[in-house]
């Protein structure tokens, strides 16, 4: 297990480009299993996460490879073996998302329901109304969701639930609906950009989907897809941290491949806050304020404030001057980013899904645990800015979902070492 030792007080200057979205890549490499014919992706980004999804592709009868050029290569090769295993799924929830491409291509799914994780309790039942509303049979076994169906037939499928819509559900139930019988109307679906990019990827494909990117997403069942090529769209959450890193040691800092109009609401939160964030010949250019106004927000589904920059964007308050009130409305008990801040000095009040931030004159370096992804990187964050040294432990978490992260920090100024633990 690793560990970072980062030396605070640094204040980030220069550019840095941002990698293809993992949360895009994930249900687009489960989508090519809905095709028997290769399909090539670019802006695949190599981490940890996305390695433990092209295990189990390789279990599930998929070839894959990358080239000199960074282009992954996938290519089913053999259909017989449909069952993802626990001992991969519980590395990574998302392979959840293998269930509806293999369902509606081979007719048959054995996918070990995933368990919860540090962020709650994570149900998939929305996943399994959807399918069923297909047509598809579902029943548990020994913890395995087991589907299967003939041919899926179209249908009107309400995907809402306690939370809003579900990302990973509407990428489920749309992959399956493009080789359904008739047409299937999905209303509340997640808006999410990786939901658009994933319908675009199957379009490319001859898919006929109507609509994603928005509530209401229409499929026109088709027989058969073919193979395509396809770029993976630039991970927004990757660059709301940079720019919530470089915001926080009040820097100067210019990202490259990064998608402004996946921000609206971190961008205009964040002037709020004393934070510009410029558009400037296709780069984005972050500048902040010396003294940080506090705020309230609030996270909520695209295009509203994302959940997985709710941690980074506390790192940041922390430092402001008053009071901020921050309420998770996706994950109410993704918290656990709180109790380490406060061993680095904030000063942090929690109340239900709302924790309180009171501004502190400084966060001051100590030894913290990273609890999962994007807490790990809140406390990174923290520790660029802390007096003195911080020492994240357990930074696998962080691998599993930021490519190079510390390369890419010190490239910025930034004085990050990687030591074994
Ligand atoms: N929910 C249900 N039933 C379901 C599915 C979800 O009640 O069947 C609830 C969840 O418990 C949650 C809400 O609906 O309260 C939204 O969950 P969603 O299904 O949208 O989450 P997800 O698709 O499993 C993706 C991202 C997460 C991100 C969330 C929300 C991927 C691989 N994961 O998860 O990313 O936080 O959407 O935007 O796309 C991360 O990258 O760190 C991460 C956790």
Redesign the pocket.
């Given at each position: 297990m690793d560990k970072f030792i980062i030396p605070g007080g640094v204040r980030l200057k220069g550019e840095v480009s941002i990698s293809g979205a993992?949360?895009?890549a994930?249900?687009i490499l489960a989508g090519c299993l809905l095709t028997e014919e290769p399909c090539s992706l670019r802006a695949v980004p190599d981490l940890a996460?996305i390695r433990a999804m092209l295990e189990i592709m390789g279990e599930l009868g998929v070839d894959t490879s990358r080239d000199d050029d960074g282009v992954l290569k996938i290519h089913v090769t053999d259909e017989s073996h449909s069952h993802a295993r626990y001992d991969l799924v519980r590395k990574?929830?998302?392979s959840?998302?293998v269930l509806g491409p293999l369902l509606a291509k081979r007719g048959y799914a054995r996918v070990s329901m995933p368990g919860g994780?540090a962020?709650?309790?994570?149900?998939?039942?929305?996943?399994?109304?959807g399918l069923r509303a297909l047509g598809a049979k579902i029943e548990l076994d020994g913890g395995d969701i087991i589907a299967t169906r003939d041919r899926l037939q179209g249908t009107e499928i309400f995907l809402g639930?306690?939370?809003?819509?579900?990302?990973?559900?509407?990428?489920n139930v749309m992959s399956a609906a493009t080789l359904a019988e008739g047409t299937t109307m999905i209303e509340s679906a997640?808006c999410?950009p990786?939901i658009e990019d994933l319908a675009d990827l199957l379009n490319a494909m001859g898919a006929k989907i109507r609509g994603a990117g928005t509530p209401r997403v229409t499929i026109e069942g088709v027989e058969q897809l073919s193979g395509a090529e396809h770029t993976v769209i630039p991970d927004r959450?990757e660059a709301g941290t940079f720019i919530l890193a470089a915001a926080v040691t009040n820097g100067d800092v210019t990202l490259h491949n990064c998608r402004l109009d996946h921000l609206h609401a971190v961008v205009d939160k964040l002037r709020d806050v004393g934070v510009a964030v410029e558009k400037h010949n296709g780069t984005a250019v972050v500048a902040s304020a010396r003294r940080l106004c506090p705020t309230d927000v609030t996270t909520q589904?695209?295009p509203g404030f994302?959940?997985?920059l709710q941690a980074q964007l506390m790192t940041l308050l922390c430092l402001a001057d008053g009071n901020s009130a921050i309420t998770e409305k996706?994950?109410?008990d993704?918290f656990m980013h709180v109790a380490e801040l406060l061993r680095m000095g904030a000063n942090i009040r929690k109340e239900g899904p709302t924790a309180i931030v009171t501004g502190v004159r400084e966060l001051i370096g100590a030894p913290v645990m990273a609890s999962?992804?994007?807490a790990s990187a809140a406390l990174v964050v923290a520790g660029l800015v802390a007096r003195g040294e911080t020492e994240v432990r357990r930074v696998y978490h962080i691998d599993?979902?930021y490519e190079h992260i510390e390369k890419k920090l010190n490239q910025l100024g930034a004085n990050i070492q990687r030591v074994a633990e």
């Open positions: 993992k949360n895009a994930l249900p996460d990574m929830r998302a959840i998302c994780c962020i709650g309790a994570r149900p998939v039942d929305l996943h399994l109304r639930g306690p939370f809003g819509s579900t990302v990973l559900g509407t990428a997640a999410e990786e959450i589904p695209y994302p959940t997985d996706i994950f109410p993704r999962d992804l994007r599993r979902g």
